[in-house]
């Protein structure tokens, strides 16, 4: 019996070799879309479950209320780590963390020199996270201040094959350290990427700032990481850390502790008052719907095409059911057919998914592979072309099996379009979604460039941030001398964060500030020639200088900072920062510094020589930017030769930070269009199908003086009618969605009521040509061949 359904269904799928390509390359784009999608989201989805007790890690997040609403955020004040030890509050064990840097290694008297990323870490890290070791035991790596523990990649970037361990490295150019132990490479799927861990204890003995703050409940500047002894008593647990601020000291404004299970880290990052509101969650689900209606999509091709075509297999039904053919064995065999479809359409999706998948990993910046060798995937793979088989071919299958042999054999059957109304409902869901898309696809790219038009408040053209090392601090003066000198370097100054980001926050007090009124100011520390070097506009007074020696204690503010403190007479004025006044002497223009699709912080900026952590160069303007980079490279060279020349361009830092919405943008734009597509492959197929079977009343038309205008027209209307229908219902749905949407940036596009109209004359022409096509073949036929039989 499988034999011969085999048979029947390779004989048809040859003899209707048209509708046959028509399907498969239906089905098979659609599901090379959603195998894309779905590698993506997998990944998403996989963070940091690698790591065995990834269930039960928690980071110690603070919240507190403050500029009208509630805020949450990881930096936490040092002691907190010990307090956070284990006690009877079902903390297993508490680790502390710096923030990861790059940091310099180097062994064979600087014969070997990389850069790599390195977190300061306490003795518990190791254990808690359990990344694998190759080499060492994790509990006792990390104990010593005056060793190191590395990845495997840089084991053998360094030392070649032989053995790491106890092997010497000069650590950013200051320190001797050995190599206590070698963890494998940290997988992509990790929130935490780094190639070195150095000892906290390291950082207690050469960095007295931590000493310092070692008993300092107020510098929220470490995470700290806990591990439960079971998830279920994660509330406990949080209940007994809650009020550990106010317990010492903290009083100024509630301010608490909670804890953020790891497992949200990913994809539930987004916080607004003080409650998780999305993150990449949002995506995901976003594009694993998507997937799903590409499929749908492609499905209901091949159940259009297949009830379409039903009178060319009615007789074959028909005289089935006559030889004694049960109901059940016709759907069986039918469904059989779309399964084996499905089974050649995935085929060939997987080669094509492979070869696609440079270029996407490209495009989504990541580097997927499809996992050949985990049953998972074929059992998905299994479900895949199951569920394709059956979705498909389920209409079909009881829609052809339900004909009456009798009805049949004579002739009687009622096919075509007077069975159309189920195809007419398909097609109308297939052009909703695809309007759905575009419309998305239009909106999002509106969302965009509006905040990329955005004034930044500073100049981004041939601005370098540098990466700043011990060298740098130490000959910091006469590098800028000689970096003005060689005339390709316009200006030069220090800060605490690059301009593209915002490292620290503060508060504020001023003259009439209200009681109850703690407003956060992104916190600056810099020196001299700072406005001049980033290109910001000073409103009022003046920018620190060596002429004024007082600028130690003075402070500078941008516009919203001012338009908060509604000062009349602002330079001069007196502000409380720390405990201590300092005399505003400037007021600078709003700069967008952090999230671009939020309104400009407050900020204030401090005179400070000492706490720095970055370098940024305005080169001249030049017909040749390599020359310039390649003279101020020369000094770098001289001045901080240990260390390689590594600067980041400010415009392209920036463009990072739309990293997720151009994902968005394009992966939208690209499924929309491929949508279109596989859309547009079954409405050729349907129309070529419908000019077919209305042959004899074209020709007889033709006879009777019809034009072919008038035919084209003719045959084009009823599809005109359906995706007509499919904006009416489609728009609506659309703007709501994407009102949803666009809730949650603060600084957003509108939904423009021409967006509506153009789309839907977009689908509209679209299915317009592909139904001409047809049309116009159908109506330039000889009626006296279409007729010839009658």
């Known amino acids: 019996m499988f034999r011969n359904y085999f048979v029947i269904t390779f004989r048809n799928l040859f003899q209707n070799g048209f509708y046959s390509f028509i399907n498969i390359a239906g089905l098979s784009i659609g599901i090379t879309c959603s195998i894309l999608i779905l590698l993506w989201v997998v990944d998403e989805l996989s963070y940091d479950k690698f790591l065995p007790k990834a269930d039960r890690l928690y980071q110690v997040w603070a919240s507190a209320e403050f500029d009208g609403k509630k805020h949450a955020w990881t930096s936490v004040p040092l002691p907190t780590h010990e307090a956070m030890k284990p006690a009877n509050n079902h903390i297993k064990r508490a680790a502390v963390a710096d923030w990861g840097f790059d940091h310099l290694l180097s062994v064979n008297n600087d014969e070997k020199r990389i850069t790599k990323r390195a977190y300061y870490v306490s003795d518990e890290f190791l254990d808690m996270f359990e990344f694998p070791m190759v080499k060492g035991n994790s509990s006792q790596v990390l104990n010593d201040p005056s060793v190191v523990v590395i990845s495997e990649s840089t084991a053998r970037a360094l030392f070649g094959d032989e053995d790491p361990i106890d092997k010497v490295i000069h650590l950013d150019n200051e320190k001797d350290v050995k190599v206590s132990g070698v963890f494998k ?68 404004m509630k301010q608490t502790f909670f804890l953020y299970p790891m497992l949200r880290w990913r994809l539930f990052s987004n916080f607004e008052n003080g409650q998780e509101a999305g993150g990449l969650n949002d995506y995901v689900q976003m594009f694993t719907v998507i997937a799903v209606f590409i499929i749908v999509i492609a499905c209901i091709n091949f159940m259009n095409l297949a009830t379409a075509r039903s009178e060319r297999r009615a007789r074959e039904v028909g005289i089935r059911k006559s030889v004694g ?3 059940i064995e016709l759907i069986a065999q039918f469904i059989g057919e779309s399964t084996v479809i499905a089974f050649l359409a995935f085929a060939i999706a997987i080669l094509a998914a492979q070869l696609l998948l440079p270029y996407y990993n490209q495009l989504v910046e ?305 499924f929309a269009g491929l949508t279109i597509v596989i859309t547009g492959l079954g409405l050729f197929g349907l129309a070529a199908f419908t000019a077919e079977q209305r042959t004899k009343e074209i ?16 045959m084009s209307k009823d599809f005109s009618k359906l995706v007509i229908l499919s904006f009416i219902a489609s728009a609506p749905l659309a703007w709501w969605l994407l009102s949803k949407y666009l809730e949650r940036y603060t600084i957003r596009t509108s939904i423009e009521w021409w967006v509506f109209p153009v789309t839907g004359l977009i689908a509209l022409f679209f299915a317009l040509t592909i139904v001409s096509t047809q049309a116009l073949r159908a109506a330039h036929a000889n009626p006296a061949s279409s007729l010839r039989s009658e």
């Open 185 to 252: 490479d940290v997988p992509k799927n990790s929130t935490f990427q780094f190639d070195v861990l150095i000892p906290w204890k390291y950082r207690e003995v050469n960095n007295p700032w931590i000493k310092e703050n070692q008993t300092n409940w107020g510098n929220y500047s470490f995470q700290v990481f806990i591990e439960l002894d079971d998830p279920k008593n994660a509330g406990d647990a949080e209940k007994s850390i809650k009020n550990l601020l106010a317990e010492h000291g903290e009083k100024e």
């Open 366 to 670: 990541k580097s997927l592979a499809i996992p050949y060798t985990r049953s998972e995937f074929w059992l998905a793979s299994v479900g895949i072309i199951l569920l394709t088989g059956l979705v498909s071919g389920s209409y079909p299958a009881f829609y052809l099996s339900s004909f009456e042999p009798v009805k049949v054999l004579k002739g009687k059957v009622s096919v075509g379009r007077g069975a159309s109304t189920p195809r007419k409902v398909l097609v109308t869901l297939q052009f909703g979604f695809s309007i759905l898309l575009i419309i998305g696809t239009i909106v999002i790219y509106r969302q965009i460039q509006l905040v990329k038009n955005r004034e930044l408040g500073y100049q981004q053209d041939n601005l370098i941030s540098v990466n700043y090392n011990n060298e740098i601090r130490k000959n910091y003066k006469p590098l800028k001398q000689e970096l003005l000198a060689t005339g390709a370097v316009e200006a030069v100054t220090r800060s605490n964060s690059a301009i593209t980001e915002v490292n620290s926050n503060n508060f504020v007090g001023w003259p009439g500030k209200p009681e109850d009124v703690r407003v956060i100011f992104t916190t600056i520390t810099t020196e001299y020639d700072y406005t001049k070097t980033m290109g910001i506009k000073i409103l009022e007074g003046r920018d620190f200088s060596e002429d004024f020696k007082s600028d130690s204690s003075a402070i500078i503010v941008n516009k919203a900072a001012l338009d908060i403190m509604n000062l009349k007479d602002p330079i001069g004025t007196e502000l409380d920062l720390w405990g201590k006044k300092r005399k505003l002497i400037g007021i600078v223009d709003n700069v967008l510094m952090d999230d671009p699709f939020l309104p400009v912080k407050p900020l204030f900026m401090i005179y400070h020589e000492t706490w720095i952590d970055n370098m940024t160069v305005r080169l001249k303007k030049t017909e040749s930017l390599t020359e310039s980079l390649a003279t101020v490279e020369k000094v770098f060279a001289k001045h901080a030769p240990a260390y390689p020349f590594e600067y980041k361009f400010a415009d392209v830092e920036f463009q990072k930070k739309f990293t997720h919405i151009n994902l968005t943008s394009k992966l939208a734009s690209l």
């Open 699 to 714: 020709g007889i038309r033709k006879v009777l003086g019809a034009t072919v205008p008038g035919l084209v027209g003719l």
């Open 325 to 327: 053919s049960r109901r």
